[in-house]
């Protein structure tokens, strides 16, 4: 029997749920701290090693949050990730993947990439300026996915929806996904080529909300389980079926400021989402 794993039922109580009750750290044990009662963590890099953490279970369905603040120095190289994946031993094969990236950066303007894997085909990736300062403060990144959308949030702010379009052909996560979280060194790609400052070393990036709200994952025979729209399962209701005018309004508010880098403005005669999604995948 698939069931839903709801840990916490208000934002205050998903910002106050411990690290323990639902990650546990994967690499660089040394190099992660817990403070607050064990409600916040620290991943830290230096030139020994990074940092990462990973759910307990995996998921067939949620709204996956988490809020996150940024190293406040010159960060250049760095990379600090949020992202749901099905390979997370990094084995390789047909892995379906949803990520938040922040490229790390000497100052404003902050960049967050994301991307979409379905069935191992990638090169989907979005690049955003952020609107704020990430390194002052924390923001919640989320992620919902259902049957339906994959929608990715910046605080309350849709930035990126990518459609189930597999009627025509396109591949759409569909795999047991679980949850990390990491920060490591991208300097030869992240940053346009600029090489780490390790005088600037230690980099700390903050995490807070532990809390999940997903379906666990328990077979391939059961996951339609956790497809079914109802109370408790309520990302996949009505309301997460498209987004509603005013999110759509947000939706394109913030894709037009904010969108820099677009795979589709390059590659859409590969990807046929792009020729449907316009302005949203």
Not at 225 to 254: E, F, T, V
Request: hydrophobic share 35%; charged share 20%.
């Amino acid at each position: 029997m698939v069931v839903a794993v709801i840990t916490c039922g208000s934002k205050a109580d998903h910002n106050v749920v411990s690290f323990d009750k639902n990650y546990h750290v994967t690499w660089g044990n040394s190099h992660v701290t817990s403070v607050n009662q064990g409600t916040e963590v620290h991943l830290r890099m230096d030139k020994a090693s990074g940092a990462g953490f990973e759910s307990n279970v995996g998921y067939a369905s949620g709204f996956f949050q988490i809020k996150i603040k940024l190293p406040n120095k010159d960060f250049s190289g760095v990379v600090v990730a949020f992202y749901l994946t099905s390979d997370p031993d990094g084995k390789g094969g047909n892995h379906d993947e949803l990520d938040f990236e922040f490229l790390g950066s000497n100052g404003p303007p902050f960049t967050l990439q994301t991307n979409v894997f379905a069935n191992d085909e990638g090169g989907r990736e979005q690049r955003f300026h952020l609107w704020f300062d990430p390194t002052s403060d924390f923001h919640t990144y989320g992620i919902v996915w259902n049957q339906h959308q994959v929608v990715f949030y910046v605080d309350k702010t849709p930035i990126r929806v990518f459609k189930n379009n597999t009627k025509i052909g396109v591949s759409y996560p569909s795999q047991q996904l679980v949850i990390q979280g990491s920060i490591w060194n991208g300097e030869t790609w992240a940053s346009g080529g600029r090489k780490i400052d390790w005088s600037q070393a230690p980099f700390v990036a903050s995490f807070v909300g532990f809390g999940v709200t997903g379906c666990q994952f328990q077979s391939s025979a059961s996951k339609d389980q956790c497809y079914i729209s109802s109370p408790k399962l309520w990302w996949n209701g009505d309301k997460y079926l498209g987004l509603d005018p005013a999110q759509r309004k947000a939706l394109q508010d913030a894709r037009t400021k904010y969108l820099y880098d677009d795979y589709c403005s390059k590659h859409a005669h590969i990807h046929q989402e792009c020729q449907i999604n316009k302005n949203t995948s």
